[in-house]
């Protein structure tokens, strides 16, 4: 489902990713971890192409990306590899002026070109999925912010991708709020959504992910099962790491 091989990425003469490899399968919930500052959200803005990669092969379903570094990226290709990925960030980034149905519905017409009759049946039915269906008129300042995570979640999905990556879905949110937005991830997790997560919630990680990966200074230095990672490991800097976080 996604492959990534070969992968460097550097702002002026910080090199902030060296050389990732990285294969996720289809149905698979992916769990990124390490300190601050060791280029988990870098590879995931490349993996969508916010970030444009110095070099290196992206692969998303049925679209491939070879980056040399010289070639310039085709607008076509990044949209065609965007079409399959949904994004959900720190910030929830919704229209303030649409209430919680018309923010899911504004892309499915805008991008898929789909029906206003269509979009809505699918808005409705994804605020449902989310446990909110009584804030579908709701704006967000009326939204608390696990609402608009929430939100956010059902207008990724909304847009039927392939791939789901989340940048720190809960870092702005306190515990409970923050559970409300994890019950939603466990939930696409069981489903088979194919998922690639960065975050700190490290309980997420042990109960929802297929695999754990451990990031440190640009480079994945262990993957494995969460027991293989969090009860199993030989690596001193991923002891070190999760000594802290305890």
């Known amino acids: ?17 060296k050389n990732i490899d990285l294969e996720v ?28 990669p110095d070099c290196g092969t992206i692969k998303i379903g049925q679209n491939e990306l070879n980056i040399d570094g010289k070639s310039k990226l085709k607008q076509t290709d990044i949209i065609a590899l965007r079409k399959n990925t949904g994004m959900v960030f720190q910030g929830f980034h919704l229209f303030p002026h649409k209430t919680a149905l018309e ?17 809505y049946g699918k808005a409705v039915a994804l605020l449902e999925k989310v446990g909110l269906s009584n804030k579908k008129d709701s704006y967000p300042h009326e939204l608390s912010g696990g609402q608009q995570q929430r939100v956010a979640i059902a207008r990724a999905m909304a847009m039927e991708p392939e791939v789901l990556l989340f940048d720190e879905p809960t870092s702005a949110l306190d515990p409970e709020l923050a559970a409300e937005v994890i019950k939603v991830m466990k ?49 001193e800097r991923l002891k070190q790491f999760l000594s802290m976080i305890d």
């Open 1 to 17: 489902m996604i492959s990534v091989k070969g992968l460097y990425k550097s702002f002026g003469e910080n090199t902030i990713l």
């Open 187 to 235: 939930d696409l997790s069981n489903e088979g959504m194919t998922m690639v997560v960065v975050t700190h919630k490290m309980s997420f990680a042990k109960e929802a992910a297929h695999r754990v990966i451990f990031m440190d200074q640009g480079v994945i230095v262990e993957e494995g099962t969460p027991e293989q990672v969090f009860e199993n490991t030989n690596n």
């Open 103 to 119: 923010n899911i519905i504004e892309g499915q017409i805008t991008v898929l070109k789909r029906s206003k009759q269509e979009a």
């Open 25 to 52: 399968a289809k149905g698979e919930t992916t769990v990124i971890i390490g300190p601050s500052g060791s280029g988990k959200t870098t590879l995931l803005r490349c993996m969508n192409l916010l970030e444009t």
